[in-house]
């Protein structure tokens, strides 16, 4: 049974940074590309960022380029995102999912219901 642990949360003022990571468990991580997703309070579910299977390629949405990163450690079956110079509007419930193709790297092809239960990011001063 695939299993998606998110954590890192937090509340941190504009400007700030966190590290979220996510605990991925009951499938052969280091095969899949892996994605970050959020959801922010009366929002449909927003695309992050991907990262391939072995970690070479990235992708960002255009509104977080140059201040997140994506990244992972296969040995760890664990996906991070660094999340830098937020800004109120990054203020969501951020959660990973696991890609559906195997071995094959296809942008933003997550499966939503693989996302575990998320974490929250609140951005305040």
């Known amino acids: 049974e695939v299993q998606l642990v998110e954590s890192g949360g937090g509340l941190v003022q504009p400007g700030g940074s966190l590290r979220l990571s996510c605990a991925a468990s009951g499938f052969f991580f280091s095969s899949y590309a892996m994605s970050w997703v959020r959801q922010a309070p009366g929002k449909g579910l927003e695309w992050v960022s991907d990262i391939d299977s072995g970690g070479g390629i990235t992708y960002y949405l255009d509104s977080v380029k140059g201040r997140f990163t994506i990244s992972r450690d296969n040995a760890k079956n664990t996906l991070y995102l660094q999340l830098n110079s937020l800004k109120t509007e990054d203020t969501a419930m951020y959660y990973c999912?696991?890609?559906?193709?195997?071995?094959?790297?296809?942008?933003?092809?997550?499966?939503?219901?693989?996302r575990g239960q998320g974490t929250q990011v609140t951005v305040s001063s």
């Open positions: 999912a696991k890609h559906r193709v195997q071995f094959t790297y296809y942008r933003r092809n997550y499966d939503p219901v693989s």
